[in-house]
């Protein structure tokens, strides 16, 4: 009845049992060593835990497969002090200053969105819930209709009523989009302060301006190329695999049969990626025509140029963010964000996961291809909604002029329980005497900057230090391995602060005292924005309680 319906469509109710659990899943279960030094884990978490190079270069010395628990554990421990935002603010202008090209940016999964991962779940929650619950679980109850999983199948298959299918789908389509464009008020101001930097930091770094028109139009040139190219790339393979078929094709009946279904297979790729080719090529013709008129500044094509690079950026700021790592994932995992009373089932599994290549694609400004012909009818969506997405991405990146500073942002951090303050340092700390070897490498490998060598050969010194006293403390310095590894880090410091004596001689003393002040924290001025940082690390944290609680 109306009834149940209603109950059905609002999302589970987020107890604090339940938000917990989303957020930090399973609790861990601390080993004795792990218990022994917990209690004299201070030091390592003000001196260093707390510095953002330090969190930096101990994801670099992390293998992918471990920085998920990594990153999760770091937005914990500095979710207590109400600077996880800060952190992520660090490692995105860390990333994008040594980024070669924009277009790789954040689309594979980097340190600073896996942080975002985590991020996104303890700032975010309330608001995805508001914002996708009702909704996704109406389009859930309406996949149940006999009518709605036959647009489904029909949408795929391009079987049946293929019109009135692909009207129903565009339909819930659109429903979703604007409910996302509707939710743009609700937004968490942690959010829009991260799109604002990360737009901030592309500006800088890429400039969009008239007189860096040259790195526009060769940016555009090559990324068509390369895009043409793997085109051509995935159509040569589809018929190399046919032609590796040849020695079978004989006077043998039975092998002929064996052989024929392979052939038509791999023509359907073959074929589907020569229309890819065609397209491809067909888009390239253009793209290099609005280049050449946009090589005259003055011209509309270098202005359209510009927009577009623009907007690219927008899309990159954005959506690499929000729409494909935290919307589309709520869209097609729901229960991992609790948005749903039960785990979908096939049909419904489908519906989500067309409506999230379809957000996605919108997000990213791209349209369908060959390879996923059954998609090409949500194109005119992606063409006729550009212009709205566009608009959102500036919205998103907008900070109100009343809104708090990111100063002020560090009392309000959301309450941690202390079991889980408690086992996420416990993995870093564990974590660290793991990458210990690699983390002393890179330490001591000169960057080329002073100032950033002057810091790293202060944290190698200071990382020796704080795990001689936690070992020395926890009664743990004696177990197999970690002894002659504080001695091989202690080696390093000494190496390093030497090469540091005989580089004095060439580097000018401003940088060397540059080198003598590390970040205990992001840098905020008198308005709540990022400066340059001038707090001795050595003296970071003093007299601050360990967790808020």
Same mark, same amino acid.
């Given at each position: 009845g109306k009834l149940a319906r209603d109950t059905m469509i609002k999302p589970p109710e987020l107890t604090d049992a339940l938000r917990e659990q989303i957020i930090y899943g399973a609790p861990a279960v601390l080993s004795g060593d792990d218990k022994k030094r917990l209690p004299h884990l201070d030091d390592f978490f003000n001196r260093l835990v707390m510095n953002e190079e330090f969190v930096a270069l101990l994801g670099e010395a992390t293998a992918a497969t471990e920085q998920d628990k990594l990153t999760k554990c770091v937005n914990v421990v500095y979710e207590t002090r109400g600077r996880s935002l800060d952190l992520l603010l660090f490692q995105v202008s860390r990333e994008v200053r040594t980024a070669y090209s924009q277009s790789t940016l954040f689309?594979?999964?980097?340190?600073?969105?896996?942080?975002?991962?985590?991020?996104s779940k303890m700032h975010g929650l309330d608001y995805v819930h508001t914002t996708l619950g009702r909704t996704l679980n109406e389009l859930l109850l309406d996949v149940s209709d006999?009518?709605?999983k036959a647009d489904l199948r029909n949408a795929k298959s391009g079987d049946g009523d293929a019109a009135l299918s692909r009207f129903s789908m565009l339909t819930k389509a659109q429903r979703l989009f604007q409910q996302v464009q509707k939710s743009e008020a609700r937004l968490p101001i942690e959010f829009r302060y991260l799109f604002r930097h990360v737009q901030s930091c592309l500006r800088e770094r890429f400039p969009v301006r008239t007189e860096d028109l040259a790195a526009v139009i060769s940016t555009a040139l090559l990324e068509n190329l390369s895009a043409t190219s793997a085109s051509f790339s995935d159509g040569t393979q589809a018929f190399d695999t046919i032609a590796a078929l040849q020695p079978s094709i004989t006077g043998d009946m039975s092998q002929l049969s064996a052989v024929l279904g392979p052939v038509s297979s791999q023509l359907d %790729?073959?074929? +589907?990626?020569?229309?890819?080719?065609?397209?491809q090529v067909n888009k390239m013709a253009k793209v290099v025509?609005?280049?050449?008129?946009a090589?005259?500044?003055? %011209?509309?094509? +270098?202005?359209q140029l510009i927009a577009q690079h623009s907007a690219k950026q927008n899309s990159i700021a954005i959506g690499g963010f929000f729409f494909l790592r935290f919307l589309v994932p709520c869209l097609t995992a729901p229960e991992a964000y609790a948005l749903v009373h039960e785990v979908p089932d096939g049909e419904q599994r489908k519906l989500l996961v067309v409506l999230g290549k379809v957000v996605q694609n919108l997000s990213n400004g791209l349209e369908f291809g060959a390879k996923e012909a059954h998609m090409v009818q949500f194109n005119d969506f992606i063409t006729e909604n550009q212009t709205a997405m566009n608009a959102l991405f500036d919205k998103l990146a907008t900070v109100p002029a009343n809104a708090p500073t990111l100063k002020s942002l560090h009392d309000s951090a959301i309450e941690v329980p202390r079991k889980r303050y408690e086992e996420s340092i416990a993995f870093i700390?564990?974590?660290?005497?793991?990458?210990?070897?690699k983390l002393?490498?890179?330490?001591?490998?000169?960057?080329?900057?002073?100032?950033i060598?002057?810091?790293h050969r202060l944290l190698l010194q200071i990382l020796r230090e704080a795990i001689q006293a936690v070992e020395s403390k926890a009664g743990t310095a004696n177990d197999a391995g970690i002894a002659g590894r504080i001695d091989a880090l202690s080696n390093l410091a000494q190496n390093s602060n030497s090469n540091a004596r005989i580089a004095a001689n060439t580097i000018p003393a401003d940088a060397l005292e540059t080198a003598k002040t590390l970040p205990a924290s992001s840098p905020l001025d008198a308005n709540g924005d990022p400066e340059v940082f001038t707090d001795d690390l050595a003296g970071a944290g003093a007299g601050v309680p360990l967790a808020r609680m």
């Open positions: 689309r594979t999964n980097s340190f600073a969105t896996k942080l975002f991962k985590m991020f006999e009518s709605a %790729s073959f074929s +589907a990626a020569m229309k890819d080719v065609v397209a025509t609005q280049l050449h008129g090589v005259d500044p003055r %011209s509309t094509q +270098a202005q700390y564990a974590h660290t005497l793991t990458v210990l070897d002393g490498e890179l330490l001591q490998t000169p960057t080329g900057t002073p100032a060598d002057g810091e």
